[in-house]
């Protein structure tokens, strides 16, 4: 239970991964046992077989995974039909609740019902991302009490914090939560603290800007890549015997990136297209049913097995295994003044698997998205969320939707 409740595993957390919880019952499960261990050990008074405590062990982490499993089914199954769900008012017609909304339907069964939208600049009775207006912030009392909302998400900025105060006070049944993205930096990583008694929060540094972290990724990266290549040599040659066999031209595709610090390098692919694919057209991204692909290219590219020979890129040290996919010179320059904060991807290597790709943002999917999961990436990075990435993308190779 201790160990549970400092896991978190308690705090239910919407569109949380089932993966992740399984990691954080292994941790957490793993943890407790060996604290058992060790006050068995310590005490003498009773004698204890430990070959039974590794029964336990196994049989704690298995059961108790089965049942998450179980109870996030009927929990999602019994929300989708409204048996369980609370109602929810967005504050605020903001790209964060356009982002909230979002994510909301793509995690269908997460307990949460969009009643409508209170904002002071649309009108009442017009619609924003399908959700009908309900008034102005003056009037969020009377909506919250009229439509019995559960909760409500604050999701914008500059609200004025003596009327939203006012509200929450009167409305103590209400779950209100307000953004965090006070500064325009949802992903920006803090740490919660005080100086001379008042509360701040600060900014925490980047982790790959510490040099050991660095070495842990780079040595990570040759290992690993380095074993990839070796165990995968058939499939590779089998690969470009295939290529050689079903198409014209070379078996690679050579192509400019931009890379870390905003530096060009030359990234290697499977061609998966014909050799002419962008000579009357230049640079276009790839679309579903695209024309250009090859038949036996169009296989290589929905598994994503058209990306195998950037390992090589990796062992040589122009990227890394994990971090955000890298683009074009050409869309390079037309996406950094288009989208905020786009050319901080490039404060780190670019990797075969990225955050966002393994969210499912790849493809034709929104680039303000994929931007916002590549930050997080970096500025949350740890070797063991490589470890995740990596896993994630294993176990969804084949279920690529958006791979084109």
């Known amino acids: 239970l201790l160990a549970f409740n400092y896991a978190g595993l308690y705090r239910f957390g919407y ?37 039974v405590l590794v029964y336990v062990w196994v049989l704690c982490l298995l059961l108790l995974s089965v049942w998450r499993i179980v109870y996030s089914s009927i929990f999602a199954s019994l929300s989708r039909r409204e048996i369980i769900i609370q109602r929810l008012i967005i504050i605020g017609a903001t790209q964060m609740s356009k982002t909230l909304i ?22 009442k009775g017009r619609e924003f991302e399908g959700y009908p207006v309900l008034g102005g912030i003056r009037e969020l009392s009377a909506v919250l009490e009229k439509y019995r909302a559960d909760a409500a998400f604050v999701g914008i900025p500059d609200y004025n914090r003596k009327e939203i105060a006012d509200v929450i006070l009167k409305n103590e049944k209400v779950k209100f939560m307000i953004a965090s993205d006070v500064l325009g930096i949802i992903t920006k990583s803090m740490e919660y603290g005080d100086l001379y008694g008042i509360p701040v929060f600060e900014l925490k540094e980047l982790p790959l800007n510490n040099m050991f972290n660095r070495m842990v990724k780079r040595t990570f990266d040759i290992l690993f890549s380095g074993l990839v290549i070796i165990a995968l040599s058939p499939l590779f040659l089998a690969i470009a015997l295939a290529i050689k066999l079903t198409s014209k031209g070379p078996v690679l595709y050579r192509q400019e990136r931009i890379g870390r610090g905003n530096k060009p390098f030359i990234i290697y692919k499977f061609r998966s297209m014909r050799i002419d694919a962008e000579a009357k057209t230049g640079p276009v991204w ?23 020979p950037q390992f090589f890129n990796v062992l040589t040290g122009s990227m890394s295994v994990v971090g955000p996919r890298p683009e074009r010179p050409h869309f390079v320059e037309k996406f950094k003044d288009e989208i905020p904060r786009y050319l901080e991807r490039h404060k780190v290597k670019s990797g075969l698997a990225g955050w966002a790709q393994v969210n499912g943002l790849r ?9 916002k999961y ?15 990435i ?9 279920q690529h939707n958006t791979a084109y």
């Open 15 to 51: 569109g949380k991964s089932r993966f992740d919880e399984l990691v954080a019952i292994s941790a957490a499960g793993s943890a407790a046992i060996i604290i058992i261990m060790s006050m068995t050990f310590m005490w003498r008074q009773v004698s204890y077989s430990r070959v």
């Open 102 to 123: 979002e994510r909301i339907h793509r995690y269908p069964g997460s307990g949460y019902k969009i009643v409508g939208v209170i904002d002071t600049y649309l009108k």
């Open 286 to 308: 790839a679309k579903e049913n695209d024309p250009r692909r090859t038949p036996f290219g169009a296989f290589l590219r929905k598994t994503s097995l058209d990306e195998l």
């Open 363 to 371: 493809g034709d999917t929104s680039l303000e998205e994929r931007v």
């Open 374 to 388: 590549d930050l997080y990436y970096i500025e949350n990075w740890s070797f063991w969320f490589d470890i995740k």
């Open 390 to 398: 990596i896993v994630k993308l294993a176990l969804e190779i084949f």
